[in-house]
């Protein structure tokens, strides 16, 4: 498609279930973030992609949080060991460079992980 | 550690009337930028503007203008004529150079009403 994918749309689990949400950018781009947003409140960052590598991953608020890029295109966070509090909207956004002087972001519609 | 504040949590307004969007910003750098995002209820952000902190010119676009003025550290954002399509959560968000945290505000969630 044209814009950011992001699956699941909506994820339910249990307290201390493992989770994986997916991320798939626009074709192209080489920056990929995933930020927090929890009902409420703006966006959180977690983590930025250049390309393959976590460029800078010092928003994951634990190391329950991790998350891969492995061909440089989709990206996957990985929840270990689920806490009521990580309940929230999980949004992905890739841009063309990454560097804030080319501007804008494109976010996904978001992924809404529920945790019981 | 820069900081986005929008004080104003919710705005309502009838149609047609000019509504403001706050936004103050605190940042120790002198090279930053400022960006306010639309969600709609489908929760989708959608980029509306982007601004350096060297260029303090106010820009419009359509029914939409922004107000940047430094010495205020305001980032505020008028939309003109306000339509219900207008209804969402806006976002004002900054980021310093070289940093990869774009940090948001908590958002002015404005309605239009007929």
């Known amino acids: 498609g044209a814009g950011v994918s992001q699956t699941p749309s909506n994820k339910v689990t249990e307290k201390g279930k493992y989770v994986e949400l997916r991320c798939d950018p626009i074709?192209?781009?080489?920056?990929l973030y995933w930020y927090r947003q929890s009902l409420g409140q703006g966006p959180e960052f977690l983590i930025y992609?250049?390309?393959?590598?976590?460029?800078?991953d010092s928003g994951l608020p634990n190391d329950r949080f991790f998350a891969v890029r492995p061909e440089g295109s989709v990206s996957t966070l990985k929840i270990q060991r689920t806490e009521r509090g990580d309940s929230a909207v999980y949004l992905c956004?890739?841009?063309?460079?990454?560097?804030?002087?080319?501007?804008?972001?494109?976010f996904g519609e978001g992924s809404r992980l529920t945790v019981l | 550690a820069q900081k986005v504040t929008q004080a104003q949590t919710e705005i309502s307004v009838v149609e047609k009337e000019d509504v403001t969007l706050d936004c103050v910003y605190e940042?120790?750098?002198?090279?930053?930028?400022l960006f306010w995002y639309k969600q709609p209820p489908s929760g989708e952000l959608v980029f509306l503007i982007r601004?350096?902190?060297?260029?303090?010119q106010n820009e419009i676009s359509g029914r939409y203008s922004w107000n940047f003025q430094k010495s205020t550290s305001s980032f505020n954002f008028t939309i003109t004529a306000s339509q219900v399509v207008d209804s969402a959560v806006y976002f004002c968000?900054?980021?310093?150079?070289?940093?990869?945290?774009?940090?948001f505000g908590a958002g002015t969630r404005l309605t239009v009403k007929p």
């Open positions: 992609f250049q390309g393959t590598g976590a460029a800078d």
């Open positions: 940042t120790r750098d002198t090279t930053y930028y």
């Open positions: 968000a900054l980021s310093e150079a070289n940093n990869n945290d774009m940090r």
């Open positions: 074709s192209g781009h080489t920056a």
């Open positions: 956004a890739s841009s063309l460079i990454g560097s804030w002087d080319t501007g804008e972001l494109f």
């Open positions: 601004r350096n902190s060297f260029d303090e």
